[in-house]
């Protein structure tokens, strides 16, 4: 099958699921190599998987449809406030936490935010006010959001950072400069004990230690081939 890579996830090594017409999800066993259930979901644009591959989590127009990722049996649904931030939806999922990006009105006027929901519970833990920057990308992990975002100042110049940002507190643990702004991808270990994040630039690679922000090593690409500092 041809499909974005928003379009499916692996559930674990045998299954992933996937989206296979315009209101249906699939799940496929690789060893298998058949569909081994369908699941109709209406106005589906994204489907996710949580870390610890027990939910499936379908992005729909107003919803998020939450599943058991074994019986596949519907658990509920996050009901989306507000209207879609900035022309792209940032979503990221953890174990039972979901964060996603709306804009929402308030008797101050319309705030951009993000939302850190439990998705079994369908409690908000916390919401981020994220109006004076652009998302580039959101992960979490153990409860903290690390969060990459391009800011500008008064004279419309552009830095990109990368923050921590306690959940449960609200707390924004560090808040680390970044002095390439040409962000392409943002990843962390899903091994506890692995206590770097990576951030990969146009030509840079960043290794980053998720406890204080520091930067652990810098793995650059120039003519003379890769240098490690």
């Known amino acids: 099958f041809s499909t974005s890579d928003s379009e499916f996830a692996f ?15 699939s799940v496929y066993d690789l060893n298998k190599q058949e569909i081994i259930k369908d699941i109709e979901v209406k106005y589906l644009s994204n489907v996710y998987v949580d870390a610890e591959s027990e939910h499936l989590v379908m992005n729909c127009a107003s919803t998020y449809q939450v599943y058991d990722a074994d019986s596949y049996e519907r658990l509920g649904e996050i009901k989306k406030l507000g209207e879609l931030s900035g022309y792209q939806e940032f979503f990221a999922l953890d174990d039972t936490v979901m964060a996603f990006t709306r804009i929402i009105d308030t008797t101050e006027g319309q705030k951009d935010c993000i939302f850190f929901v439990d998705y079994i519970s369908n409690e908000t833990l916390s919401v981020m006010e994220i109006s004076n920057y652009t998302t580039f990308d959101i992960k979490m992990r153990e409860g903290v959001a690390y969060i990459a975002y391009d800011q500008y100042d008064e004279q419309s110049e552009m ?17 680390l400069e970044i002095e390439k702004s040409d962000l392409k991808l943002m ?3 899903r091994t506890k004990w692995i206590n770097n994040l990576m951030i990969a630039t146009g030509n840079e690679i960043i290794l980053v230690n998720v406890e204080n922000g520091n930067i652990v090593k810098e793995l650059n690409e120039n003519v003379n081939g890769n240098n490690i500092r």
Do not use: C, F, M, P
Not at 11 to 25: A, C, N, P, Q, T
Not at 159 to 175: E, F, R
């Open 159 to 175: 830095t990109t950072y990368l923050q921590a940002y306690d959940i449960s507190s609200g707390v924004v643990k560090w808040n």
């Open 187 to 189: 990843e962390i270990s």
């Open 11 to 25: 559930i674990d090594e045998d299954r992933i699921v996937y989206r296979s017409g315009d209101d249906v999800v």
